[in-house]
């Protein structure tokens, strides 16, 4: 059965401190791990990876993905609390119609 | 138009009641998608669109959900004698499919809140 595992599924840090989520992902025909912020309803697209090791960059975060351990982290350094949020990742299948997602890490912030 | 819409943002029905939730996709995305996203959990997916025609439907819970999307623009998701467990946020998301990089990211409307009493 093809899915994807999140963890933590929540945490707390406070402003500055650096977190990392991951994202598991058990895929049959895996094409590319997409990450989303959800901050209510919406989620806003953050990274699409499809090669393996090389990191993606967006300010203050930043997204690997490992083919071979099939895993991908999201960084968030210096964190803020604009950055609360949950954060969804997503396997898309070779198909391009079929994105399996996680359950999200709900990051809270706190000043 | 400039993001997806969906529409109505809330909906209250009584059990057994027939609801219909629209969404306008993105002008040209040629891939719609229908999620539901329960409390707590990440979005579960439904049924996809390419263009008018309904390519997997899968997702869909059962034979009182129906979805259509008829001239492969605005799509509409119909839940038939609503039960509280249909109660969840219904998201929709449109995307330019079939070609690697910026075509793949699912850009998705803000959702429709259905509760069932």
């Known amino acids: 059965e093809d899915k994807v595992v999140q963890s933590p599924l929540s945490l707390v840090v406070h402003e500055g401190d650096t977190v990392t989520l991951n994202c598991s992902y058990e895929v049959t025909n895996f094409r590319s791990l997409l990450w989303y912020k959800q901050e209510k309803k919406a989620p806003t697209f953050l990274f699409m990876l499809?090669?393996?090791?090389i990191e993606k960059k967006s300010g203050r975060l930043s997204s690997i993905l490992d083919k071979k351990e099939l895993f991908s982290i999201l960084n968030i350094t210096a964190t803020q609390t604009g950055d609360s949020a949950v954060y969804l990742c997503?396997?898309?299948?070779?198909?391009?119609?079929?994105?399996?997602f996680g359950t999200g890490t709900s990051l809270t912030v706190i000043p | 138009g400039a993001g997806v819409s969906q529409s109505p943002r809330y909906k209250v029905a009584k059990r057994g009641q027939d609801v219909a939730l629209r969404c306008d996709p993105i002008?040209?995305?040629?891939?719609l998608f229908w999620y539901q996203q329960a409390l707590g959990q990440g979005p579960e997916f439904l049924t996809y669109?390419?263009?008018?025609?309904?390519?997997?439907k899968s997702g869909l819970p059962s034979d009182r959900f129906f979805a259509e999307r008829p001239e492969g623009s605005v799509s509409t998701l119909k839940i038939q004698r609503t039960q509280q467990e249909d109660s969840a946020v219904y998201l929709c998301a449109s995307s330019q499919l079939g070609s690697l990089g910026s075509g793949e990211k699912l850009f998705f409307g803000s959702g429709t809140q259905l509760s069932v009493l």
């Open positions: 669109f390419q263009n008018e025609a309904q390519l997997d």
């Open positions: 499809t090669s393996s090791g």
């Open positions: 997503a396997a898309l299948h070779s198909t391009g119609n079929q994105f399996y």
């Open positions: 002008s040209g995305h040629v891939s």
